[in-house]
């Protein structure tokens, strides 16, 4: 089944511990990326990824990183997690149809953070 | 991308159609109107998508007015299941030019959709 994996679905960590939530697709995607949602705030992209090795901030990328080594895999790190940055997190993909362009786009389940 | 605007909420009877309007008065030529929806939390769904042609899918039609000024989701015999956030979304299909991401969505604050028995 085609599907957008992330882990874990639920996380409550205290402030300053570094965590990561990670995120396969198993569709053979090359375009990959996190979003996080907030009350009044919707869906806000943190980074995104065009392939392998190459990724690149969204609107929110402060206190985030990620990593591209394969193209399955698209972890989101937390250096050292704040309180702000309790949030519900989706990963997403998308295939480029070979000219550069891409139409839907694959959501996983989401992840709830909560840092203490 | 352009600026859409939709319903905050809507209702509908189960098993009637669902008719969603979307406005996007500033939409460009190469910009395609997309169709998502969230159930409670759980990661968005794509729907549908079209350029001006009207389209239809599985899930749902997409009916574009002729000036691409508005735009409506038809779901011809909606279920409790249906009730959901729908977001209308206006982007290029390109993933990106000069630096900029296109592949972004940029989702507002959609339609509330509740469907009832």
């Known amino acids: 089944e085609a599907q957008v994996t992330q882990n874990p679905r639920y996380l409550i960590t205290v402030t300053g511990k570094k965590l990561t939530v990670t995120c396969s697709q198993n569709?053979?995607?090359?375009?990959m990326s996190w979003y996080r949602q907030d009350p009044g705030l919707g869906l806000r992209q943190i980074y995104y990824?065009?392939?392998?090795?190459?990724?690149d901030k969204g609107d929110v990328p402060e206190g985030y990183k990620v990593s591209r080594k394969e193209k399955r895999n698209f972890p989101l790190i937390l250096e050292s997690p704040s309180p702000n940055q309790t949030s519900l997190y989706f990963c997403?993909?998308?295939?480029?149809?070979?000219?550069?362009?891409?139409?839907?786009?694959?959501f996983g389940q989401g992840t709830r953070l909560t840092v203490v | 991308d352009a600026k859409t605007t939709q319903p905050t909420s809507m209702d509908c009877a189960e098993g009637r159609a669902a008719n969603l309007p979307c406005n996007h008065s500033?939409?460009?030529?190469?910009?395609?109107v997309y169709w998502y929806r969230q159930i409670h939390s759980q990661g968005p769904q794509y729907i549908i998508h079209?350029?001006?042609n009207n389209e239809t899918n599985e899930m749902a039609s997409l009916i574009i007015t002729e000036d691409r000024k508005s735009s409506t989701l038809i779901l011809p015999h909606a279920t409790l299941r249906d009730t959901a956030v729908y977001y209308c979304?206006?982007?290029?299909?390109?993933?990106?030019?000069?630096?900029?991401?296109?592949?972004?969505?940029?989702f507002g604050q959609g339609t509330i959709l509740t469907v009832h028995p």
């Open positions: 990824s065009m392939n392998v090795e190459v990724t």
């Open positions: 500033t939409i460009s030529g190469n910009e395609y």
């Open positions: 079209g350029l001006k």
């Open positions: 979304i206006v982007r290029s299909l390109a993933i990106s030019a000069g630096g900029t991401s296109y592949g972004k969505l940029t």
């Open positions: 569709m053979n995607h090359e375009y």
């Open positions: 997403a993909s998308s295939p480029d149809t070979g000219t550069g362009k891409f139409t839907e786009a694959f």
